[in-house]
T-cell receptor, first 116, second 109 residues
């Protein structure tokens, strides 16, 4: 099992450019999510998905789009990058247990994004 | 809206000490609480998960407790080692997952 993988590891963008951060998991988990981590702010939820074809917004969704066409993949798209989107981005996945919500989260290694 | 806080923000202890990290949350309607470790520049490693129906979980030198009614969890680290130096994060799973800001731990040799 590769677990949760993310590409790229590092990326530098210019303001206004677009790009897609890739996330994949091979554990057949229903739940996938994207977080950003900023100094002093902790991890904040951007978007999440509870299954293929189902996505929803988290705490800080503005400027980001997601889609979930397969169970395995959950890409995060930056439509027009801004310096405020400079951050470390983490993807996570989890599975459900009947009546107990989603179980423990597994995290990818992160993508460090700089927007100049 | 769920809010999660962690005390202390930073902690520095000599090797061998037993220590306690605290996590508080405002909404007790949760499914579970998870403790993570994060090394500088790295991702998150899951340490322990406590279901809402459980009072504690243990793994090696780590013990996590949960008091859902008072909105508190503690992570107890026994006989701390320099290799335990990292940031420790708690995450509460209610309607969604909400993270605390973390406790930065330094264990001095």
């Amino acid at each position: 099992n590769a677990g949760v993988t993310q590409t790229p590891k590092f990326q530098v963008l210019k303001t206004g450019q677009s790009m897609t951060l890739q996330c994949a998991q091979d554990m057949n988990h229903e739940y996938m999510s994207w977080y950003r981590q900023d100094p002093g702010m902790g991890l904040r939820l951007i978007h999440y998905s509870v299954g293929a074809g189902i996505t929803d917004q988290g705490e800080v969704p503005n400027g980001y789009n997601v889609s979930r066409s397969t169970t395995e993949d959950f890409p995060l798209r930056l439509l027009s990058a801004a310096p405020s989107q400079t951050s470390v981005y983490f993807c996570a996945s989890s599975y459900s247990r009947s009546g107990q919500g989603f179980y423990e989260q597994y995290f990818g290694p992160g993508t460090r994004l700089t927007v100049t | 809206k769920q809010e999660v806080t962690q005390i202390p923000a930073a902690l520095s202890v000599p090797e061998g000490e037993n220590l306690v990290l605290n996590c508080s949350f405002t909404d007790s309607a949760i499914y579970n609480l998870q403790w993570f470790r994060q090394d500088p520049g790295k991702g998150l490693t899951s340490l322990l998960l406590i279901q809402s129906s459980q009072r504690e979980q243990t793994s090696g030198r780590l013990n996590a407790s949960l008091d859902k009614s008072s909105g508190r969890s503690t992570l107890y680290i026994a006989a701390s080692q320099p290799g335990d130096s990292a940031t420790y994060l708690c995450a509460v799973h209610g309607q969604n997952f909400v993270f605390g800001p973390g406790t930065r731990l330094s264990v001095l040799p």
